[in-house]
């Protein structure tokens, strides 16, 4: 089992950038497929980007590629989201996720869920 920790969100302006941290407990971390998702007020929470176990391999949706960058430090425990020129449309709590799969792009996929953490982006 392992247990996330988000933290990293704030209010920013237009433009800005911002990087999530998500914290995970355990000795596994790198046998686990990380993703991170987000919920805007009145959506449904939505697919964000997602990395392999060792880094290797990285999805993004396509309202934020080519400015969100995932990344992991396994030594550390720890996954990051590095999000550039943010939007007010990227306001929503971000959500970092772990799944004992081999990879997951879904909210089904993923066993394990931190509390989330606001990013609000004001125009």
């Known amino acids: 089992q392992v247990q996330l920790v988000e933290s990293g969100g704030g209010l920013v302006q237009a433009g800005d950038s911002l990087r999530l941290s998500c914290a995970a407990s355990?000795?596994?971390?790198?046998?686990?497929?990380m993703g991170w998702f987000r919920q805007a007020p009145g959506k449904e929470r939505e697919f964000v980007a997602a990395i392999s176990g060792r880094g290797g391999r990285t999805s993004y949706a396509d309202s934020v590629k080519g400015r969100f960058t995932i990344s992991r430090d396994n030594a550390k425990n720890t996954m990051y989201l590095q999000m550039n020129r943010l939007k007010p449309e990227d306001t929503a709590v971000y959500y970092c996720?772990?799944?004992?799969?081999?990879?997951?792009?879904?909210?089904?996929?993923?066993?394990?869920w931190g509390q989330g953490t606001q990013v609000t982006v004001s125009s």
């Open positions: 996720a772990a799944t004992q799969r081999t990879y997951g792009l879904g909210m089904g996929e993923y066993d394990y």
């Open positions: 355990g000795r596994t971390f790198s046998s686990y497929a």
